[in-house]
């Protein structure tokens, strides 16, 4: 069965770079959610998106934008980047109004800030 | 804001044993998981709840949502090596929002 695709899986910044992150969600997934982990932490809710409009916000810097495309797939800018901003970066995606039915985490883009 | 306090934090445990966790919660949760984690992979899911004191089991594992849906615990018996792994707790609020809220974890490692 597909499952949500993360890519790049490894990226490497120095500071004050720029990352973009795509995650491409399963075929007739409408609903991308995007997560940080840091380092020994659990996973902190960062923005969702519904159709391509944004439906949820959680604690994103306003460093970060992310939006999502008419194919569905998702991409998370990272501006001026920061040591701090050293994580695993989860996108999710599911059917909207399904709840937890279908709810599927990619691997992760582990990104790497110098 | 909300908060899942998981414990305990890691656990050291034989093959064989079994192991229990929970988390606990100020907020009501609509649905309440049970995700494992392994190194650098995406969390997977092992249970979901969805009414208040739902029993449900999954081959070893067996999890519990609470009567005030407030709390849950997952228990895993007769441990093997490949249980080991990163366990969270995680609450999905419903509505429109299906964001998830994360325990802290529960690092298991399985002595053979």
């Known amino acids: 069965a597909a499952g949500v695709i993360q890519s790049p899986r490894h990226l490497i910044k120095e500071k004050r770079e720029t990352a973009t992150l795509k995650c491409y969600p399963i075929?007739?997934?409408?609903?991308v959610y995007w997560y940080q982990q840091g380092p020994g932490q659990d996973p902190q809710f960062l923005i969702s998106?519904?159709?391509?409009?944004?439906?949820d916000k959680g604690s994103i810097p306003d460093r970060f934008s992310a939006q999502q495309f008419s194919d569905y797939h998702s991409e998370l800018n990272m501006s001026s980047l920061e040591l701090g901003d050293s994580a695993l970066y989860f996108c999710?995606?599911?059917?909207?109004?399904?709840?937890?039915?279908?709810?599927?985490f990619g691997s992760g883009t582990r990104l790497t800030v110098v | 804001g909300q908060q899942l306090n998981q414990s305990p934090q890691s656990m050291f445990i034989q093959e064989g044993e079994d192991v229990s966790m929970n988390c606990t919660s100020s907020?009501?949760?609509?649905?309440w998981l049970w995700y494992k984690q392994d190194p650098g992979e995406g969390p997977v899911l092992l249970i979901a709840?969805?009414?208040?004191?739902e029993l449900t089991s999954n081959g070893r594992l067996t999890a519990q949502f609470g009567i005030t849906r407030k709390d849950s615990f997952l228990n895993i018996s007769a441990s093997i090596p490949s249980d080991v792994g990163i366990y969270f707790c995680?609450?999905?609020?419903?509505?429109?929002?299906?964001?998830?809220?994360f325990g802290q974890g529960t690092t298991l490692q399985v002595k053979p």
């Open positions: 999710a995606s599911s059917v909207s109004g399904t709840g937890i039915y279908g709810y599927t």
């Open positions: 075929p007739r997934h409408d609903t």
């Open positions: 998106f519904y159709e391509k409009m944004q439906s």
């Open positions: 907020s009501i949760f609509n649905t």
């Open positions: 709840l969805y009414k208040a004191g």
């Open positions: 995680a609450g999905q609020l419903g509505g429109n929002t299906g964001k998830l809220i």
